[in-house]
């Protein structure tokens, strides 16, 4: 191949269906020779990897330089590897990719809006106006702690983690006045949810939580008197029912730690 490629990323395609099936990138070499990275994936003597199935199954038809297709190349150095690392993420979401690995920088990789709003939220409440705020609506909000959250969890398992289980006083699972059920990782809000009814553990399905860990629940800790483990259903907060979702709360000043305790009543 003539040395105009310079740095350079390349995706592995099925000629056929079109798919990218590997994202790949190559450096320049000295006197800007082409990095001839691309070809060696098709360099082995057995198929081992998914990768290499795919390419023995696409050679029975095809020639290699179909399958390599070049993405960008002549990059400036050092953005290569960004390019690379970016079309793995957004592939990833809905393409079956053999790469291993993610691509460098994956702390910089593809996130959630909310995880970004965890991470890097300028938004911030004070713990005494989130207070005031349930005065004046008249409302509870019922703030919890979700230890167990992971930035890849689907909006219904944020949701099932949120609702389920929490130890109640009976008074406040009866809904004596409305409720804001507030999700909260560390200091920061991901969502809030309005409680429509508390219900016992284990009543409805949960996509996080099966039979063993309800029971595992239900026998540990001390419940105080007149709390037994419940689990909420309801529906995402609208912006006028609660408007500080993906802020940060605060208490004088300083990111509100959590004590032992993951439930806290505002009223």
């Given at each position: 191949?003539?040395?105009?490629?310079?740095?350079?990323?390349?995706?592995?395609?099925?000629?056929?269906?079109?798919?990218?099936?590997?994202?790949?990138m190559a450096s320049k070499?000295?006197?800007?020779?082409?990095?001839?990275?691309?070809?060696?994936?098709?360099?082995?003597?057995?198929?081992?990897?998914?990768?290499?199935?795919?390419?023995?199954?696409?050679?029975?038809?095809?020639?290699?330089?179909?399958?390599?297709?070049?993405?960008?190349?002549?990059?400036?150095?050092?953005?290569?590897?960004?390019?690379?690392?970016?079309?793995?993420?957004?592939?990833?979401?809905?393409?079956?990719?053999?790469?291993?690995?993610?691509?460098?920088?994956?702390?910089?990789?593809?996130?959630?809006?909310?995880?970004?709003?965890?991470?890097?939220?300028?938004?911030?409440?004070?713990?005494?106006?989130?207070?005031?705020?349930?005065?004046?609506?008249?409302?509870?909000?019922?703030?919890?702690?979700?230890?167990?959250?992971?930035?890849?969890?689907?909006?219904?398992?944020?949701?099932?983690l949120t609702r389920g289980?929490?130890?109640?006083?009976?008074?406040?699972?009866?809904?004596?006045?409305?409720?804001?059920?507030?999700?909260?990782?560390?200091?920061?809000?991901?969502?809030?949810?309005?409680?429509?009814?508390?219900?016992?553990?284990?009543?409805?399905?949960?996509?996080?939580?099966?039979?063993?860990?309800?029971?595992?629940?239900?026998?540990?800790?001390?419940?105080?008197?007149?709390?037994?483990?419940?689990?909420?259903?309801?529906?995402?907060?609208?912006?006028?029912?609660?408007?500080?979702?993906?802020?940060?709360?605060?208490?004088?000043?300083?990111?509100?730690?959590?004590?032992?305790?993951?439930?806290?009543?505002?009223?």
């Amino acid at each position: 191949m003539l040395d105009v490629l310079g740095n350079y990323v390349y995706a592995l395609v099925d000629p056929g269906t079109k798919e990218i099936f590997y994202v790949g990138m190559a450096s320049k070499k000295p006197n800007n020779r082409t990095n001839e990275r691309a070809t060696k994936h098709f360099d082995f003597d057995k198929a081992v990897t998914a990768k290499e199935k795919k390419i023995k199954s696409l050679l029975q038809h095809y020639d290699k330089f179909q399958i390599i297709h070049i993405v960008r190349h002549n990059l400036p150095d050092g953005v290569a590897v960004h390019v690379e690392a970016a079309l793995i993420d957004a592939l990833s979401t809905n393409t079956k990719l053999t790469n291993l690995k993610r691509g460098d920088g994956t702390k910089l990789g593809i996130k959630t809006w909310a995880q970004v709003a965890i991470e890097k939220g300028t938004d911030f409440i004070e713990l005494d106006a989130l207070e005031q705020f349930a005065r004046e609506k008249n409302i509870r909000l019922t703030l919890l702690h979700i230890k167990s959250y992971r930035e890849d969890l689907e909006a219904h398992e944020i949701y099932d983690l949120t609702r389920g289980y929490w130890r109640i006083a009976q008074k406040k699972a009866n809904l004596d006045k409305p409720t804001i059920a507030v999700a909260c990782v560390g200091n920061a809000i991901v969502c809030a949810y309005r409680v429509v009814s508390w219900l016992p553990a284990g009543t409805t399905f949960s996509s996080v939580f099966d039979k063993r860990q309800i029971e595992v629940l239900q026998n540990t800790g001390v419940a105080q008197e007149g709390n037994t483990l419940k689990e909420f259903i309801g529906q995402l907060a609208t912006k006028a029912e609660f408007p500080y979702s993906q802020y940060k709360i605060t208490l004088n000043g300083e990111p509100l730690v959590w004590p032992q305790q993951s439930i806290k009543h505002i009223e």
